[in-house]
């Protein structure tokens, strides 16, 4: 079975700085899709980053930027110039490529992250 | 173009009693599933519908759970006898078809069995 794993229950980092939030999993599977989400206090899950595990160049969106390494299993977060409004629970997610009766998400328990003015 | 929705945003009920949670996708997403998110985790899978037939409902914790899609939108999830256990947020998320790649999610419901 999948599974996911958030290391760091929580991070705090400075306004304007560079955080990076950990995940690794565990799968047989050689094609999948990795996401990052974050959850504002207000529950609402909103999708970060995704990235395709065929695809060997790292996903960027913005600020925001993965450090896939498929080999080792491990799907970093890295958040640059950090922002107030960054201040959520981070969530690495997995989900088997073909989805179907294995779309659902399979998420890590998720990290905390704090943003210092 | 709404989003997802989720319907209540809150509900309090007593141990031992039956409550129906609803979730009303983006129109035209076939795909929808239910997770269930404890205090201090990440959400857990509980049944996936790919239109009206619920396509894996693995994830439902015991048969006090069960879910509908009667006209392939709108979904409710529905919990007898409820526990202590079962507090939780129960989030709902959709997507255009099982295949896509990304999940939309409703603000969820926060359930409180007292």
């Known amino acids: 079975a999948q599974t996911v794993t958030q290391s760091q229950p929580e991070m705090s980092v400075q306004e304007a700085e560079t955080v990076t939030l950990s995940c690794t999993y565990d799968?047989?599977?050689?094609?999948?899709?990795l996401f990052w989400y974050k959850q504002p206090p207000s529950r609402q899950m909103i999708l970060v980053i995704r990235?395709?595990?065929?695809?060997?160049q790292n996903a960027t969106e913005n600020r925001f930027s993965v450090n896939f390494q498929k080999a080792a299993k491990s799907f970093s977060l890295k958040i640059s110039d950090s922002q107030l409004g960054d201040a959520a629970m981070y969530f690495c997610?997995?989900?088997?490529?073909?989805?179907?009766?294995?779309?659902?998400?399979?998420f890590g328990k998720g990290t905390k992250l704090s943003v210092k003015p | 173009g709404a989003g997802v929705s989720q319907t209540p945003s809150n509900k309090v009920t007593e141990k031992g009693k039956y409550v129906e949670l609803r979730c009303d996708p983006i129109?035209?997403?076939?795909?929808l599933y239910w997770y269930r998110q404890s205090l201090g985790q990440g959400p857990e899978f509980l049944i996936y519908?790919?239109?009206?037939?619920?396509?894996?409902d693995s994830g439902l914790p015991n048969d006090r759970f069960f879910a509908v899609r009667p006209e392939g939108s709108v979904s409710t999830l529905k919990i007898q006898r409820t526990e202590r256990g079962d507090s939780a947020v129960y989030l709902c998320?959709?997507?255009?078809?099982?295949?896509?790649?990304?999940?939309?999610f409703g603000p969820g419901t926060r359930l409180t069995v007292l």
């Open positions: 998320a959709s997507s255009l078809a099982s295949g896509y790649n990304e999940q939309f």
């Open positions: 799968t047989s599977e050689s094609d999948y899709y």
């Open positions: 990235q395709e595990a065929y695809k060997q």
């Open positions: 997610a997995y989900r088997f490529y073909y989805g179907g009766s294995q779309g659902n998400l399979i």
């Open positions: 129109s035209g997403h076939t795909a």
């Open positions: 519908f790919q239109g009206t037939g619920a396509a894996d």
